[in-house]
């Protein structure tokens, strides 16, 4: 059990107050110099002094191998944009990993893991990515209450959760601490509207969540939907909106309508498009759950697929019934 306390900031308020360019000095990764998890007070309080750290009670810095380390299976956040990984992956290469990630000890795995990571899986995700053999950690010990606490509170901060996520994260904390949502907003400081809206979010059919979460439509799309009762007649616009690129206002204006009126602002020319080429789109559309653009020219003509991610090109794959190796990197490693 760590007694020493050593952390850059409260692990508590790990917010994203800093981030992975800060202007700290970096630890150079796999260096000999580096405490380990079982550091003397003393010898850790040097290191501390030399490094500008402050002690917390209740936490150890350490340098950590980083195949010790699994992730959180609590992690409210489970898409990871590959783009970002991968610039994140270089810098670290170039200056090392300047914000600690935050761990519990654990007892060691088959996979000889001893570590769960309380917060940073993304800068944990691209050290491994960088090829780097160890990496700057805060050990402290964390209940599994708290873990999931932790988590959402530092990807809140970091906006980096979808809404589903959010919603999905929100209401295990309802669960887990048996609370009103009063009580569960002063705690992770959101109001309550905030929440009650975002957990509305969870009443959408399956389609519609897939469409949300992958980012084909939006939270404001999502929250005029809800204002349909029929749950058909949300896919049916959420395929509209995917289709047609509609934006807030005018699905709020067809719900209005009762979702069955075409927008003033969408009108199709027949002298333009073929009809079999229209429902052939919308068909496709349909299928794939993605945006889908038909051009026909006299010679030759085009289809074009939109996705927002590598996840969501995945997805996309998988719907068309093929099966490809995707340029995913370690983002789905276990």
């Not at 900031?9 to 800093?18: I, N």
């Not at 209450?145 to 509170?153: K, T």
């Not at 939006?218 to 939907?225: E, K, Y």
Request: charged letters at 30%; a negative charge; hydrophobic letters at 35%.
């Amino acid at each position: 059990e760590a007694k020493d306390v050593t952390a850059s900031e409260d692990p508590d308020v790990d917010h994203g107050a800093a981030d992975d360019s800060s202007p700290a000095e970096p630890t150079a990764p796999g260096s000999d110099d580096s405490p380990s998890p079982s550091a003397s007070p003393a010898a850790a309080g040097e290191d501390l002094e030399e490094r500008g750290l402050l002690s917390v009670p209740g936490a150890v810095f350490a340098e950590i191998p980083i195949h010790e380390v699994r992730e959180n299976p609590r992690n409210p956040r489970t898409m990871f944009d590959e783009d970002e990984l991968d610039e994140l992956a270089y810098s670290l290469r170039e200056v090392g990993v300047l914000q600690p990630v935050v761990v519990r000890p654990i007892p060691v795995t088959d996979d000889g893991e001893s570590f769960e990571l309380v917060m940073g899986e993304r800068r944990w995700r691209a050290a491994r990515r960088a090829g780097l053999q160890s990496i700057p950690a805060i050990i402290r010990e964390t209940s599994d209450d708290d873990l999931l606490r932790d988590a959402l509170l530092e990807n809140l901060h970091r906006t980096q959760l979808n809404p589903l996520e959010e919603a999905n994260a929100y209401q295990q904390l309802l669960e887990d601490f048996g609370c009103t949502q009063d009580e569960l907003g002063e705690r992770i400081g959101r109001s309550r509207p905030q929440i009650t809206n975002t957990l509305r979010l969870l009443r959408l059919p399956a389609l519609v969540q897939r469409r949300l979460a992958s980012g084909a439509i939006s939270a404001g799309h999502a929250r005029a939907l809800l204002s349909l009762d029929d749950p058909a007649l949300m896919e049916e616009l959420a395929q509209r909106i995917v289709q047609e690129g509609l934006s807030v206002r005018a699905v709020e204006r067809l719900v209005a309508r009762g979702g069955q009126q075409q927008p003033a602002t969408r009108t199709v020319r027949r002298s333009t498009y073929d009809p079999h080429v229209v429902d052939l789109t919308s068909r496709l559309s349909n299928r794939l759950e993605a945006p889908v653009r038909i051009d026909v020219g006299k010679r030759k003509g085009r289809i074009t697929l939109e996705f927002t991610n590598l996840e969501d090109l995945e997805r996309l794959v998988e719907n068309m019934g093929l099966d490809v190796p995707l340029p995913t990197g370690d983002s789905h490693e276990g």
